[in-house]
C-alpha cells in the first residue's frame, strides 16, 4: 500500500515529467531507455494507481535493460506480492537469498504476511533488524513488519530501546507514534507525534496520521483541524478530502460533508463508491429522505453484490421505506438483504445512529474496534443485534422478517421469541403471540418482562402473562 509520502512523490512536478517521458515513448512504440531507479518509481506508481497490466510492461522493460540487477529482481518480486502472488514470490526470491539484501528480506516478509505466516514474517523482520544498527529506514521497514504481525509491544520496546540513546530518531519516533496508536495510548501517540511535527511542521505523512488519530478516538474537530493543514500545505488528495468528509458528517455538517464527498466520487474511483453512500446518509439527516433514498438506490446499482456495503444500503432504504409508510416494500427490502447475507456482518453491531454507515480501514473507530473485539460474535448474534435496531426504532415489521429469518436457520433463542410475541402485538394483537410467548417464559427471556413492561415473576404462565398485558 502506498503511503503518503509515496502519494506527495506521485505528485510532485519531477515525478510528473518522468511519468509523462515514460507513456509518450511508450505511446510512439519507441524503446523507452531509463535507468532502473525511474523505472521502479513508475513500477511503483502503477502499482498505487491499480494498473497492472502497464505496471506488467514496466516491469517487461526492466528486464530487457537490466535482467541481472538487483534492482530487477526487487521489481518483479514486488510485482508478483501486488498481484496475489506470494508464494511465487517466495519462490522466486528464494533464488537470489545470496545478495544479502535488506529489501529482499523485507519483500520475503511481506510475502510471509499475506500469507498470514507471522513466525516466518517476523523472523525476516528481526533479521532485518539484526543487519540495520545504523540504517533507521530499514529499522523501520522491519518493525513495521512486527506491527502487522501483532507483536506491537515487542516493537515498542525495541523504539523505546533505541530511543533511550538516540531520542531524535525520526524514523523510531514514527513507528512508536504508530505502536502507542495502535496499543490505544493515544496521549502519548499524540505528544510524539506533536514532537515530530514541531520539528517537520509541513510533513504531510505527519499531519495525516495525528488526524487520523484524533479521528479514531472521536475528537473529529481536532481531525478536521489537522486534515486542514494538511490541505493548506498539499491539496487535492482523495485520502485527505474524504477524511474531512467523514469529520463534517461526525461533526453534522452534512452540507459541507456532502461537498466533500462530491468530490472523491468526481475525482477519486477508490474511495467514490464509499462517498456515493455518505452522500445518501448526509441527505437523510438533513431531511432530504427522497434524496437519501435516491441516492441508495444508486448505490445498490453499482456496489458489488455480498459485500457489506449493499447488505448495509438495503438496511437503511428499507428503515426509510418503512419511515414512509411503505411498508410491503420495506419489506422487500430487508427481505433482500437477508437473501444476499455476506459472510462478515460486524457492521451490524455498530447501532449508535438510526441509519448504519459503512466502516472501512479509514473510518473505524476505537470504540468500533472495542465492539468488535468484545467476543468471538456469530451470525446470529449480529442478525439479533439488526433486529433490536430496528424495533428499536420502531420499523416492526422488516424486525419481524430479522427474527423469523433466525427462526427458520435454527438460530433462535428466547430472546427471539421474546422480540416476535412484541412486534405482532404491537401490529396485529394478542391471538398469535401465545406460542412465542410460551417459549420466552418457558427458557426465562428477560427481555419479554422488559418489552411488555410486566414485573418478573418465575412461576408465570404463558396465559397469566398475556392477561397482564396492557
Known amino acids: 500500500m502506498a503511503t503518503p509520502q509515496d502519494i506527495n512523490f506521485f505528485n510532485s512536478q519531477e515525478f510528473q515529467e518522468l511519468l509523462k517521458r515514460y507513456e509518450q515513448a ?68 528464494s533464488k537470489f537469498e545470496y545478495l544479502n539484501d535488506n529489501e529482499i528480506r523485507r519483500l520475503q516478509a511481506e510475502a510471509f504476511l499475506l500469507l498470514k505466516d507471522f513466525d516466518n514474517a517476523k523472523r525476516h523482520a528481526l533479521d532485518i533488524l539484526r543487519s540495520s544498527e545504523n540504517d533507521p529506514e530499514s529499522m523501520h521497514d522491519a518493525l513495521s513488519i512486527i506491527i502487522e504481525c501483532g507483536y506491537v509491544n515487542e516493537a515498542l520496546a525495541f523504539c523505546e530501546s533505541i530511543l533511550k540513546n538516540r531520542p531524535a530518531e525520526k524514523a523510531l519516533l514514527d513507528i512508536k507514534a504508530e505502536c502507542l496508536t495502535d496499543l490505544q495510548r493515544s496521549d502519548e501517540a499524540i505528544e510524539t507525534y506533536n514532537a515530530l511535527l514541531d520539528e517537520e511542521p509541513y ?30 500545505i498539499q491539496e487535492g488528495l482523495d485520502y485527505v478530502k474524504i477524511m474531512e468528509g467523514y469529520c463534517y458528517f461526525q461533526l453534522r455538517n452534512y452540507r459541507l460533508a456532502r461537498e466533500y464527498f462530491e468530490w472523491c466520487r468526481q475525482n477519486s474511483p477508490e474511495v467514490s463508491m464509499q462517498a456515493l453512500f455518505y452522500t445518501a446518509l448526509s441527505y437523510y439527516y438533513e431531511g432530504e429522505k427522497e434524496k437519501a433514498l435516491e441516492t441508495l438506490e444508486n448505490f445498490i446499482g453499482k456496489a458489488n ?47 449508535g445512529k438510526h441509519l448504519y454507515e459503512p466502516r472501512d480501514s479509514e473510518n473505524v473507530t476505537n470504540a468500533d474496534l472495542d465492539i468488535f473485539e468484545k467476543r468471538e460474535w456469530k451470525l446470529k448474534d449480529e442478525l439479533f443485534c439488526l433486529g433490536e435496531h430496528l424495533v428499536r426504532h420502531n420499523h416492526l415489521l422488516p424486525a419481524k422478517k430479522v427474527f423469523e429469518y433466525l427462526i427458520q436457520n435454527g438460530s433462535e433463542d428466547s430472546d427471539t421469541h421474546a422480540y416476535l410475541a412484541y412486534i405482532i402485538f404491537r401490529t396485529e394483537g394478542k391471538e398469535n403471540i401465545s406460542e412465542h410467548v410460551r417459549n420466552a417464559v418457558y427458557d426465562k427471556s428477560d427481555i419479554l418482562f422488559e418489552l411488555f413492561d410486566v414485573p418478573f415473576s418465575s412461576n408465570i404462565t404463558t396465559e397469566e402473562f398475556i392477561a397482564k398485558i396492557k
Not at 213 to 231: F, M, Q, T, V
Open 305 to 351: 453484490e455480498n459485500s457489506i456495503e449493499i447488505t448495509l444500503a438495503r438496511i437503511n432504504k428499507a428503515m426509510i421505506l418503512d419511515e414512509r409508510g411503505e411498508s410491503s416494500r420495506a419489506e422487500e427490502a430487508i427481505s433482500l438483504a437477508l437473501l444476499m447475507i455476506p459472510g462478515n456482518l460486524e457492521q451490524l453491531l455498530l447501532t
Open 26 to 93: 511508450i505511446q510512439e512504440k519507441e524503446t523507452p531507455y531509463f535507468e532502473i531507479d525511474d523505472l521502479s518509481d513508475i513500477l511503483s506508481y502503477y502499482i498505487f494507481a491499480m494498473k497492472f497490466k502497464e505496471a506488467e510492461r514496466v516491469v517487461t522493460i526492466a528486464e530487457r535493460l537490466f535482467r541481472n540487477s538487483a534492482e530487477y529482481i526487487k521489481m518483479t518480486a514486488r510485482f508478483m506480492l501486488c498481484t496475489g502472488r506470494p508464494e511465487q514470490t517466495l519462490q522466486y526470491l
Open 203 to 232: 510533513n504531510t505523512n505527519y499531519w495525516e496520521r495525528l488526524g487520523h488519530l484524533y479521528y479514531i478516538i472521536g475528537r473529529n474537530a481536532k481531525s478536521l483541524e489537522c486534515y486542514e493543514y494538511h490541505n493548506t
